[in-house]
């Protein structure tokens, strides 16, 4: 099975630590992976986006337009950019996080409401998997990683689990933290039991 994943967030927010445990979970199960990630002018807050393709034995590093089975977005106005990417039929995974732009900030463009993007999800003919950054779950009383959390979710509410295995999952992110591994496992289980 053949899978591509175009992810968009904003730096900061882990997105291409989940490209990097789905690519060392891909490794570990013998599945061809290729992920090339690209990060904006600022590190923190700024633009990122990556390509992630699985099962593909020769490839290049482009994912055409409307030729995404999967866009996974870590922020709510970054999906608008990232939509004209997913395929008819595919899925698009929403962390409804915002995180608004300086010209947001100073009131020189307007935010989109989340009904705006979810619109542009149902129009592109995609189905909506949003995840609710209000429902994250405590560990040792603050919120999970929620990079961990939406791969969880991935794995347990799209196309993804028809790839990779839980086991293969967790065991890149054991490998991924030396110290850690507890709480990040506890989130991305977490994710594994998401209402969406």
């Known amino acids: 099975m053949k899978l591509d994943i175009f992810l968009v967030g904003v730096g900061g927010q882990g997105i291409l630590t989940i490209g990097e445990l789905i690519s ?36 290049g590093p482009i994912i055409h337009e409307k030729g995404a089975d999967m866009v996974v977005a870590m922020e709510i106005s970054e999906t608008l950019k990232a939509i004209r990417y997913i395929k008819e039929g595919g899925e698009v995974v929403l962390f409804g996080e915002r995180w608004e732009p300086t010209a947001v900030m100073l009131k020189k463009a307007p935010y989109p409401a989340i009904e705006e993007v979810k619109q542009q999800v149902f129009k592109a003919g995609a189905r909506l998997i949003y995840l609710d950054p209000q429902q994250l779950p405590l560990y040792d009383h603050q ?54």
Do not use: D
């Open 24 to 59: 060392e979970a891909a490794s570990r199960q013998s599945i061809a992976v290729n992920f090339f990630p690209t990060r904006g002018m600022a590190q923190r807050g700024g633009f990122v986006k990556a390509q992630l393709r699985l099962g593909r034995e020769v490839v």
């Open 143 to 196: 919120p999970v990683a929620p990079n961990l959390y939406i791969l969880g979710a991935l794995m347990r509410h799209t196309g993804l689990k028809e790839i990779l295995t839980i086991q293969g999952c967790e065991e890149a992110i054991v490998s991924h933290w030396k110290h850690g591994a507890e709480a990040n496992l506890f989130a991305f289980q977490a994710g594994l039991q998401a209402k969406v």
